[in-house]
């Protein structure tokens, strides 16, 4: 034995996958240890390495409630896989399959005949006791009679190698694209023994899914659209609903964006509504429907399961499908697959009794040392325990619990999970660790088809019990050897595309994703700006400027801008210091980074992954703040790298989108934001005294990022009328008013050529009069202090009919693009 495996200890009461009970290495393993005994620990710990790396560059997260870093957390992998041997995959595959039939058939007579009731096969207490049994369900028929279009079984090995079932995943069963996602990191990282050991594709599942979608859509006639819909980015899973839509080619979607209209489902996109033909959905049964279902819900769409019902649509899996998620279940599961299909149980599951039966009760009272006791339904408040773990009264408690309510209790044999190697680095070196197994089947013509692999997950610490993702657990690949053509081949799309199928936009983009992704560039605009002018204000404080005027004019811009609290508020130290860290400071920094985070969030899915990257990043900085920093140095110190990323920022969004209606809606945020900053500081700054202060305007020039233009070309100190040439008339800055309005005039004809709008007149009224505008008065020797004032004020007052003008746009193309009114109700749809 090499020494990787020199501290790799047995554990006797559980199955090895890589040893034997003699501690040989399994034949199907042996080429994967030969590969490692090539290689050293610092070769191993490099390799796990790049799937770290390839994790975050890929921003696969698993997110965790209720903790502290549980939002995005990175998913974890281990590096080495693990191995099935095909003979061995046949019969699981088999019983996976044959599992998903019987299911699909008891969800039929559940929400039809109900004859396993009525026969005595199915207690009627789990069916309609269980918060997933849905009664507005009752006698609805899913295209095809699918409920069950995906699958997910979680398997346990016992000590003697066989599988044993511990749950069914029938609501909306995640980890399919996880396991996905494993197996492209992961051949990346093991190249060679991926390709020597013939590990089967992955690819087939997944068209196969694609293509039931697409046949069972009641489409009448039309090309299917398949959306999916999830509950949002702060589901645990968020990630993989972003790339199952990607790998799918679905658009993601929440509740919001869709409508139901006379029993028929739209989507809100941003050229109007567009018929939806099914949903492969992320989102809880209950949650779905509003308007049928759970009452409070936000999440889901009102009229959903009428649709539904009309045959309008197709809800993958089928709404109600989660009834069969009670543990109490699979005790009756023997029985009722000798009924329905005539057959064994090819894979059975773990030892079980439901408690609502008394001679089952006495029997599980008898052996509770040696049971778990898990609820029968989610509702209820009560987290599993093991009978053992319990003292004298803890156990009569549980006992009167169990004898008073006893069929809303389950009891269960304890799982004992196998043992596989996991790689901890250089210092733990290979290591058991226990795992479970989640394998997948998806509905076909054929009946159902397995994944050739699964989510392999694995307990953290050495002699856990129970693997959990939500506890921290980690995560292999899952390789089934051999045989590839049979059990699966690269993921191809079949439809062959013509010249009459291309497109050149999104023709399904969701006014809600355009909406976020037109705030994304307001708040990424409106951070810069932010940063820029308290910049100015904190350089200028710590300095202790001798010219006190230009510092009192950039706290009073801060003011008039809502940045800065009003003077009698408190200590100037203490205002600059809310106006960047204070979160509950609707206007400070923090609380404007924090509503930048919250869109990129929304719009992830139209984000590069290094564009995502430098967002997490920035989050991380931002997080990592002080509340009651030292000195300002600090501050200013954050401030220069925040500005660079947020260039950065402005950077992905000119060169690394495509120039697509999403990022046209983009750049009008961003240059609506910029606009209004631009027009409303200058505006400011000309109603002060400072407007002849070369250190005010040095500041001013500083705010709108043409310092090093300005000495340039002027070699000079900063003068007023250069300044205001540069700042507001310089068609070749970026940073004038000027050049944003023609740009933000530009960017609207080219919208309104593509929705038919009509042209901003107030606007072009208003890039006529300041394009019209000369500064010669300015240098009129013939001009007091009082005529040049007079001129500054109607410049402040042009400048403020800008920003003005700019705002009425953003409502106007609010209520043109992102608000969706049924004409025949006059209600407001989203």
């Given at each position: 034995m090499p020494d990787l495996f020199a501290d790799y200890?047995?554990?006797d009461g559980a199955y090895h996958e890589l040893l034997d009970a003699r501690g040989r290495v399994r034949?199907?393993?042996?080429?994967?240890?030969?590969r490692l005994q090539r290689s050293n620990a610092t070769q191993l710990q490099q390799r796990q390495a790049l799937l770290a790396r390839q994790i975050q560059e890929n921003g696969v997260t698993y997110n965790v409630y209720a903790e502290p870093d549980g939002a995005d957390r990175p998913w974890e992998l281990d590096l080495l896989p693990n191995l099935i041997p095909a003979e061995e995959w046949r019969q699981v595959a088999a019983g996976v399959a044959q599992r998903a039939s019987l299911l699909n058939a008891v969800l039929a007579d559940i929400y039809g005949p109900q004859q396993l009731i009525a026969d005595g096969l199915l207690p009627a207490e789990l069916v309609f006791g269980h918060n997933n049994f849905l009664w507005p369900c009752q006698g609805v028929q899913p295209p095809g009679g699918t409920f069950?279009?995906?699958?997910?079984?979680?398997l346990a090995r016992a000590p003697d190698g066989r599988w044993w079932v511990t749950a069914d995943r029938t609501q909306a069963p995640s980890g399919a694209g996880y396991a996905l996602e494993n197996r492209q990191i992961v051949a990346r990282a093991l190249p060679e023994l991926y390709r020597d050991l013939r590990v089967q594709h992955l690819g087939g599942f997944f068209r196969t899914l694609q293509d039931t979608l697409a046949r069972q859509a009641p489409a009448d006639g039309e090309t299917p659209l398949v959306v999916l819909l999830t509950s949002g980015r702060f589901n645990e899973s968020y990630f993989e609903h972003l790339y199952l839509a990607r790998q799918l080619g679905y658009p993601l979607v929440e509740g919001s964006d869709l409508t139901v209209r006379n029993a028929t489902l739209y989507l809100k996109t941003l050229s109007g509504l567009r018929r939806v033909h099914a949903v492969l959905r992320r989102l809880d049964d209950d949650f779905c429907d509003p308007l049928e279902l759970r009452t409070d819900s936000a999440l889901g769409v009102p009229g959903l399961l009428e649709a539904v019902r009309q045959g309008r649509v197709l809800v993958a899996n089928?709404?109600?499908?989660?009834?069969?998620?009670?543990?109490?279940?699979?005790?009756?599961?023997?029985?009722?697959?000798?009924?329905?299909?005539?057959?064994?149980?090819?894979?059975?599951?773990?030892?079980?009794?439901?408690?609502?039966?008394?001679?089952?009760?006495?029997?599980?009272?008898?052996?509770l040392d040696r049971l778990l006791v898990r609820p029968s339904f989610p509702s209820q408040n009560f987290a599993p325990v093991y009978g053992r773990d319990l003292d004298a009264e803890q156990r009569a408690s549980l006992v009167e619990r169990l004898r008073a309510r006893p069929y809303a209790y389950v009891a269960q044999a304890q799982a004992q999970l196998s043992q596989a190697p996991v790689w901890l680095g250089e210092e733990g070196g290979l290591q058991p660790r226990a795992i479970g197994m989640r394998v997948f089947a998806v509905a076909s013509a054929e009946g159902y088809r397995v994944l050739p692999g699964g989510l392999t997950r694995v307990a953290t610490e050495a002699h856990a019990e129970v693997v959990s993702m939500q506890r921290g657990g980690a995560s292999k690949d899952t390789w089934v050897l051999g045989e590839r053509g049979a059990g699966g081949e690269p993921w191809q799309w079949l439809r062959q595309l013509g010249v009459a199928d291309l497109v050149r936009s999104d023709p399904y983009l969701p006014s809600r994703v355009v909406e976020n992704l037109y705030?994304?560039?307001?708040?990424?605009?409106?951070?810069?700006?932010?940063?820029?002018?308290?910049?100015?204000?904190?350089?200028?404080?710590?300095?202790d400027d001798d010219d006190p005027q230009a510092l009192q004019t950039a706290l009073a811009l801060g003011e008039n801008l809502g940045l800065l609290a009003e003077a009698h508020s408190g200590p100037l130290e203490q205002r600059l210091l809310q106006a960047l860290l204070d979160g509950d400071w609707p206007a400070s920094l923090r609380a404007n980074l924090e509503r930048l985070q919250w869109t990129a969030g929304s719009v992830r899915g139209k984000l590069s992954q290094a564009n995502w990257q430098?967002?997490?990043?920035?989050?991380?900085?931002?997080?990592?703040?002080?509340?009651?920093?030292?000195?300002?140095?600090?501050l200013l110190d954050f401030l220069d790298g925040l500005l660079i990323s947020l260039a950065s920022l402005s950077g992905f969004a000119l060169d690394d989108m495509t120039r697509d209606d999403s990022w046209r809606f983009l750049m009008i945020g961003r240059c609506i934001e910029r606009l209004q900053f631009l027009a409303r500081s200058v505006a400011e700054f000309l109603r002060s005294d400072a407007a002849d202060d070369q250190s005010a305007l040095e500041w001013l020039l500083e705010l709108g990022?043409?310092?090093?233009?300005?000495?340039?070309?002027?070699?000079?100190s900063a003068q007023l009328l250069p300044v205001l040439d540069l700042l507001l008339l310089d068609e070749q800055n970026p940073h004038a008013v000027l050049f944003q309005l023609?740009?933000?005039?530009?960017?609207?004809?080219?919208?309104?050529?593509?929705?038919?709008?009509?042209?901003?007149?107030?606007?072009?009224n208003l890039e006529r009069r300041l394009s019209g505008v000369g500064l010669g008065s300015l240098e009129n020797p013939l001009f007091g202090p009082s005529s040049v004032k007079a001129v500054l004020d109607g410049l402040a007052e042009l400048l403020e009919a800008v920003a003005r003008a700019a705002g009425d746009v953003s409502d106007r193309l609010g209520l043109r693009f992102f608000v969706h009114v049924d004409p025949s109700q006059g209600t407001q749809s989203t």
């Open positions: 200890p047995l554990n034949p199907h393993w042996q080429r994967l240890v030969e069950l279009h995906i699958y997910a079984v979680d089928a709404l109600g499908s989660g009834v069969l998620e009670s543990p109490g279940l699979p005790g009756f599961l023997p029985a009722i697959s000798e009924c329905l299909l005539g057959q064994k149980l090819l894979l059975p599951s773990i030892a079980s009794w439901w408690c609502g039966e008394p001679p089952v009760l006495e029997v599980a009272l008898k052996k705030w994304f560039g307001r708040y990424s605009s409106r951070c810069e700006d932010s940063a820029r002018l308290l910049r100015i204000m904190l350089g200028r404080y710590v300095d430098l967002l997490l990043e920035l989050q991380r900085e931002t997080q990592g703040l002080p509340g009651d920093p030292d000195d300002f140095g600090e990022n043409s310092s090093i233009t300005y000495r340039t070309r002027y070699l000079a023609r740009t933000l005039l530009r960017s609207l004809k080219r919208l309104g050529e593509r929705f038919e709008l009509p042209a901003d007149l107030p606007l072009l």
